[in-house]
């Protein structure tokens, strides 16, 4: 372990590391546009300069560690070094973090205050290039903000493997641009270059304009469309900001997912379906019991449901692939000793959904099918006879393959045609209402808290099942 001296600290680096890194790991920060921890080292930006003593500056991002050099990471020459370097960096910049999506969590609007704070000293007009030029119908570039760093490029190149972007042109006619082939449309990870890109050059045409990240805050979630169960953020209105006179609607809406670095599931990354958590989580809601379609109290539902299992001799039940450990593990309780269960999937792959792929996408789009299988064993391909009472929990099951005149209680969080054909239904939460876990392909365990308060006519499954095995009479 080399040992080298920051500031005059010693520091035990590990070998093979840059000096970036080992500052970065004992607490010395060192600004940095270019490099990432998860790409190659490309060098461009030239923030990270430190001096080393009886040494030129040079980038500390492509310098190994080398035992007893002595760097200086705030040295006046370094200052003066970053403090040129961010203003030939913002020479083309436009003054656009008034109305850039980035202000807030812009590394170059940090840096210019941290480093620079001074107007440009250029008499030269600000050279322009294009904005909202579109990368793929999910990906927007403004070139004016764009800082050359190429780690949208290496992205493509070396994670996702589209190699679907690549700068033209040079100097200050260079642009990041698409393969004309349409690859990058293609590329199902192409959302994280967003999040890569440590300026305002990157953005979503379906966010454009709609959030300032400072009335935002994060849940940390686990995305449930396939096995992987990748952690992210959901990023939704903080209730202190809640909006009083425009659409209320956005205040329980999801405003955006992010990655949340997971090196045992997802590394920095997430597939752009788990962007789209939304057009999961936003679909219309089932929020009113029902007997054979007629609406009803909650509790009404629930005493129907726990007579038709009273009066069950063979009840099967078909248990969600969507449901936490938590909901999995109180089904077990309550009603695994009354109950034969089978594991039902919720879903598969959709038409022009991407199957599998040796990055992070897995054929199984259900979050929990490991959990489950733990417990529960696959459905049969038919059921047997005697089946008296069918209890379906969660989506994808076509009822019209279920037996015929054989009593339903159904349990489901969307507005489905099947709800009303169910003898009982019983309209339950969703993930972004409850806390738990789900567990992956590999078996790691990943939790979820709740973004959302539950509406009072839904209920948890968890605690149905409790109260579907109590005796029938008064609701709990
Ligand atoms: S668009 Fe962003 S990530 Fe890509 S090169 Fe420009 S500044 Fe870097
Ligand atoms: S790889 Fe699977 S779990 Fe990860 S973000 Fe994509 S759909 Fe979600
Ligand atoms: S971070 Fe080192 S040169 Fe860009």
């Known amino acids: 372990m080399p040992r080298i001296f920051i500031n005059g600290h010693p520091v035990e680096a590990e070998k093979g590391q840059t000096v970036l890194q080992a500052a970065l790991a004992h607490g010395f920060f060192i600004p940095y546009f270019c490099w990432h921890p998860a790409l190659s080292v490309s060098g461009n930006c030239r923030i990270c300069a430190v001096e080393v003593e009886g040494e030129d500056l040079d980038i500390a991002c492509n310098m190994p560690v080398r035992e007893g050099m002595r760097v200086l990471t705030d040295s006046e020459a370094v200052q003066a070094w970053r403090k040129r370097m961010m203003q030939f960096i913002t020479l083309n910049h436009p003054v656009d973090c008034g109305i850039c999506d980035k202000a807030g969590e812009c590394t170059l609007q940090d840096y210019h205050y941290e480093y620079n704070g001074e107007p440009s000293v250029s008499r030269e007009p600000k050279v322009h290039a294009t904005k909202f030029f579109r990368l793929s119908a999910r990906v927007l570039i403004d070139n004016e903000r764009c800082i050359l760093c190429s780690r949208c490029v290496r992205f493509t190149h070396e994670v996702s493997r589209s190699r679907a972007l690549g700068i033209q042109n040079r100097a200050d006619s260079s642009l990041v641009r698409a393969s004309e082939d349409g690859r990058f449309e293609d590329d199902p990870y192409s959302d994280n270059v967003i999040d890569l890109c440590p300026v305002g050059a990157l953005f979503s045409p379906s966010l454009l304009y709609r959030h300032r990240v400072w009335y935002l805050q994060a849940t940390p979630s686990v995305c449930p469309g396939c096995a992987r169960g990748c952690t992210v953020r959901i990023w939704h209105r903080r209730p202190d900001w809640a909006l009083h006179a425009l659409d209320g609607r956005q205040n329980e809406a999801i405003a955006r997912v992010t990655p949340r670095e997971n090196p045992a599931v997802n590394g920095p990354?997430?597939?752009?379906?788990?962007?789209?958590?939304?057009?999961?989580?936003?679909?219309?809601?089932?929020?009113?019991?029902?007997?054979?379609?007629?609406?009803?109290?909650?509790?009404?539902?629930?005493?129907?449901?726990?007579?038709?299992?009273?009066?069950?001799?063979?009840?099967?039940?078909?248990?969600?692939?969507?449901?936490?450990?938590?909901?999995?593990?109180?089904?077990?309780?309550?009603?695994?000793?009354?109950?034969?269960?089978?594991?039902?999937?919720?879903?598969?792959?959709a038409p022009g959904e991407p199957v599998e792929d040796d990055l992070l996408i897995r054929a199984d789009k259900n979050p929990n099918t490991a959990a489950a299988r733990a417990l529960f064993g696959d459905a049969p391909p038919a059921f047997?006879?005697?089946?008296?009472?069918?209890?379906?929990?969660?989506?994808?099951?076509?009822?019209?393959?279920?037996?015929?005149?054989?009593?339903?209680?159904?349990?489901?969080?969307?507005?489905?045609?099947?709800?009303?054909?169910?003898?009982?239904?019983?309209?339950?939460?969703?993930?972004?209402?409850?806390?738990?876990?789900?567990?992956?392909?590999?078996?790691?365990?990943?939790?979820?808290?709740?973004?959302?308060?539950?509406?009072?006519?839904?209920?948890?499954?968890?605690?149905?099942?409790?109260?579907?095995?109590?005796?029938?009479?008064?609701?709990?």
């Open 269 to 349: 990354w997430i597939c752009n379906k788990g962007r789209d958590l939304a057009r999961i989580f936003e679909r219309p809601r089932a929020t009113q019991a029902m007997l054979k379609g007629e609406p009803v109290a909650l509790g009404t539902a629930v005493d129907a449901a726990r007579r038709l299992l009273e009066g069950a001799r063979r009840p099967v039940a078909l248990v969600s692939n969507w449901g936490s450990n938590e909901e999995l593990e109180a089904f077990q309780r309550a009603l695994g000793g009354r109950v034969r269960a089978f594991v039902k999937e919720d879903f598969s792959p």
């Open 384 to 476: 047997e006879d005697g089946t008296d009472l069918l209890l379906v929990w969660g989506e994808g099951l076509d009822f019209s393959r279920l037996p015929t005149r054989v009593p339903i209680i159904c349990l489901n969080a969307y507005l489905q045609p099947e709800n009303g054909h169910a003898d009982v239904f019983l309209p339950v939460s969703v993930q972004t209402e409850r806390a738990g876990h789900y567990t992956n392909f590999q078996g790691v365990v990943s939790a979820f808290e709740p973004c959302f308060a539950k509406r009072d006519s839904v209920a948890h499954a968890e605690s149905l099942f409790a109260a579907l095995a109590s005796p029938p009479g008064p609701s709990p």
